[in-house]
């Protein structure tokens, strides 16, 4: 188990290293891609050699950032002083290959915001209470005094904006919203990058959509409600990662509904699970933690063997038992 960091110790290892290796969970959403961009631009601003990586490539919905083709795919050992992971709670979600590539690094950090890490590496900052992970950077930016580039400046935003549902989410802060008028204030054009994030998705994410609603079911009392993305249906309609963000949202927004789950199959017959609470007393990190997978109270995740039939038996017979002891029936 790392050590908790302390700023001066934070301090210590951006201004001693030079080599510096970015990387963050595999599937990366807008807060992954758009710390990392943060980051690596600020370091690089600093004079700093800064190689950033992912195990899959940067959706296709959040590749209009500037710098998002700066994330490589781990293809060779990687020559770092240290290895900064962000937005991972789980040593494993970072990807099999970006471990093997990272292998030889000698120091690792630690940066996340879920209740969940498991504080792996040999320093560890974790802010529970942040909104997103583009928070905690833009705090180290404000804290140590380091310049904030204009690619920088909008990926914080994009980080936080899509961590938040656009600020809709019970994560949002005083502090969050203090961020982004500070971002305003140097220059950020919010308008048009929340168009990009959340107004400019292929067509085929409407077809997505339309494919899930076919497979909508609910608990007999409302309560609980998930649908299931199955490899046929991805293959079909060409269905690439990013698409499905944010859609768990629809079901969230069904009157009645504390909890939400989606199951999709992924590769090697396994299944991911994405559960989503609008109520603070239905703590969904709970359901998948029995799992191995883990996250925020409101938000979590997990990775189960298939078939989906199996898994969805499992998933929701906790997930009922969890809403239950709430106190808002079901089963």
């Known amino acids: ?11 210590a290892v951006f201004g001693d290293y030079h080599r ?20 690596k631009a600020v370091l690089e601003e600093l004079g700093k050699e800064v190689v950033a990586l992912n195990e899959d490539p940067v959706p296709e919905n959040l590749t209009f950032l500037e710098g998002a083709d700066g994330i490589q795919r781990p293809d ?8 900064v992971a962000l937005d ?3 040593k494993a979600r970072l990807g099999k290959r970006c471990l093997e590539v990272l292998a030889e690094v000698p120091r690792w950090v630690n940066i996340d915001h879920h209740v969940s890490n498991e504080f792996y590496g040999d320093l560890v900052f974790i802010d529970e209470e942040a909104a997103a992970v583009g928070e905690i950077v833009y705090g180290l930016i404000m804290e140590f005094g380091w310049p904030l580039p204009p690619a920088a400046r909008d990926a914080l935003y994009v980080a936080v904006s899509t961590d938040t549902g656009s600020f809709q989410y019970s994560n949002t802060r005083a502090a969050t919203h203090e961020m982004v008028s500070d971002l305003l204030g ?10 990009l994030i959340y107004h400019n998705y292929p067509f085929r994410r409407v077809e997505l959509l339309r494919e899930l609603l076919q497979t909508l ?19 079909r309609l060409g269905v690439k990662p990013g698409d499905s963000e944010g859609l768990i949202d629809v079901l969230r927004a069904i009157r009645g509904v504390v909890a939400v789950v989606f199951f999709e199959e992924v590769e090697d017959g ?11 007393r239905v703590d969904v990190c709970k359901i998948c933690a029995e799992f191995g997978g883990g996250g925020h109270v409101m938000a979590s995740g997990a990775r189960l063997p298939g078939p989906v039939e199996d898994a969805r038996k499992r998933v929701l017979a906790v997930a009922f038992e969890v809403v239950e ?3 808002l029936s079901t089963p």
Do not use: C, F
């Open 1 to 11: 188990m790392g050590k908790e960091a302390t700023l001066e110790e934070l301090a």
């Open 20 to 39: 510096i290796a970015l990387v963050s969970h595999m599937r990366p959403d807008g807060d992954a891609i758009g710390s990392v961009v943060a980051m």
């Open 270 to 280: 396994m299944v991911r699970v994405s559960t989503r609470s609008k109520d603070p």
């Open 186 to 195: 140097r220059g950020l054009d919010a308008g048009s990058l929340s168009t």
């Open 76 to 83: 060779a050992p990687v020559d770092a002083d240290v290895v």
């Open 88 to 90: 991972t709670a789980n």
């Open 325 to 327: 002891a709430a106190g």
């Open 217 to 235: 079911e609910h608990s007999d009392d409302g309560r609980v409600a998930w649908w299931t993305l199955t490899e046929e249906v991805k293959d």
